[in-house]
């Protein structure tokens, strides 16, 4: 059960959006409707931001927004603020009813 | 208020066993999976496994499973994470959280420490 596949680091200007990508196979994200994304600041406790591919829980900024097609999954921050900067893992069921999570992505605002 | 909360630090030497434990309050503990997600010294996230606290169903990520034991106490509210004999390398941050399908809630972290 590998982990999923993510870029090591994402950075943008404030204002701008920027995406982050999460690959998988057929056996995880391209055969799961439950994909989520967590946010996590330097020594916190992870915060989940986006669940079942595209929704997002109460109180989340609708700045997050996600997606995915075949098996990729992709979390998307638009008008990037400086509290964004943080790393940012994605999680998908897979066809054994675990979990597995993605490598982590760090957000930097530059 | 949904909270899960986690026992303090640990300090223990190669060999050792170590049992943590996380305490739900807030909702019905029974009726949602808690899990364990293990982040290594400056690494990502590793799910580890689950446990539905009503009957004990337990979930293993193949890498995790005979390595460490997740067990519940309904009647307590709280689920633990089991080593039989640690090893410098299970030296993590180990958090608990609620959910199968996605964790909605997280506590807030045991740090094990395994050093000689």
């Known amino acids: 059960q590998s982990a999923l596949t993510q870029p090591a680091a994402v950075s943008g200007s404030p204002g701008q959006s920027i995406t982050i990508s999460c690959t998988g196979t057929?056996?995880?994200?391209?055969?799961?409707?439950?994909v989520s994304w967590y946010q996590q600041h330097p020594g916190k406790a992870p915060k989940l931001m986006i669940y079942d591919v595209t929704n997002r829980p109460s109180g989340v900024s609708n700045r997050f927004s996600g997606s995915k097609s075949g098996n990729t999954a992709s979390l998307t921050i638009s008008g990037l603020q400086a509290e964004d900067e943080a790393d940012y893992y994605c999680?998908?069921?897979?066809?054994?009813?675990?979990?597995?999570f993605g490598t982590g992505t760090k957000v930097t605002v530059l | 208020e949904v909270q899960l909360v986690q026992s303090g630090a640990e300090v223990k030497k190669p060999g050792d066993s170590l049992k943590i434990s996380c305490k739900g309050s807030?909702?019905?503990?029974?009726?949602?999976?808690i899990g364990w997600v293990r982040q290594m010294p400056g690494k990502g996230l590793e799910w580890m496994g689950i446990i539905y606290p009503s009957d004990s169903d337990t979930r293993y990520s193949p890498s995790f499973q005979g390595q460490v034991t997740i067990s519940a106490d309904k009647s307590i509210s709280t689920a633990y994470l089991q080593w039989s004999s640690l090893k410098a390398s299970d030296t993590a941050v180990y958090y608990c959280?609620?959910?199968?399908?996605?964790?909605?809630?997280w506590g807030q972290g045991t740090l094990v420490t395994v050093s000689s």
């Open positions: 999680s998908s069921y897979t066809s054994t009813s675990t979990q597995v």
């Open positions: 807030g909702y019905s503990f029974t009726t949602y999976w």
């Open positions: 057929s056996s995880d994200v391209g055969g799961s409707k439950y």
């Open positions: 959280a609620r959910g199968a399908t996605r964790f909605d809630y």
